[in-house]
């Protein structure tokens, strides 16, 4: 939980809050998000989202689609001495990522944002806030 903002250095690499991983672990896998940001899993948790997806099946095009994007852009991430990722350019590029990032702890994941990215979905997000709230039964 939490959301903490940080820059990517020029060799494309990202602190992880040290809040954030602990549940994390030593490995995890980033991917292409929703809402063009990045998904960071715990290999458990990735590994529980892959048999979700697989439960899909081929025979759908939007299922293929989803699954060849969400895939595609899987990596396998391990932090080094200093607590840091190297994003791979290609992710960078998908969320918008060029140097202010916005790292939020979200459930089972964490998303990676570029921070213009954040403010403006968090702006427009707030403004429907309790609105999805009463949706949702909150």
Not at 14 to 32: Q, S, V, Y
Not at 62 to 85: H, K, M, V, W, Y
Request: hydrophobic share 45%; aromatic share 10%.
């Amino acid at each position: 939980m939490g959301e903490f903002q940080h820059a990517i250095d020029a060799k494309g690499r990202l602190i992880i809050p040290a809040k954030l991983r602990e549940g994390l672990g030593e490995r995890f896998i980033a991917t292409k998000g929703l809402d063009r940001c990045l998904f960071v899993f715990p290999l458990a948790e990735f590994e529980a989202v892959s048999q979700k997806l697989r439960g899909l099946g081929m025979s759908s095009s939007a299922a293929r689609a989803f699954n060849r994007l969400f895939f595609s852009g899987a990596t396998e991430c391990e932090l080094d001495p200093q607590g840091r990722i190297l994003l791979p350019a290609n992710l960078r590029e998908y969320a918008g990522i060029q140097k202010d990032c916005v790292i939020v702890g979200v459930e089972n994941r964490v998303e990676i944002w570029a921070a213009e990215r954040w403010a403006e979905y968090s702006e427009e997000a707030g403004e429907l806030y309790t609105e999805i709230a009463e949706k949702l039964g909150f």
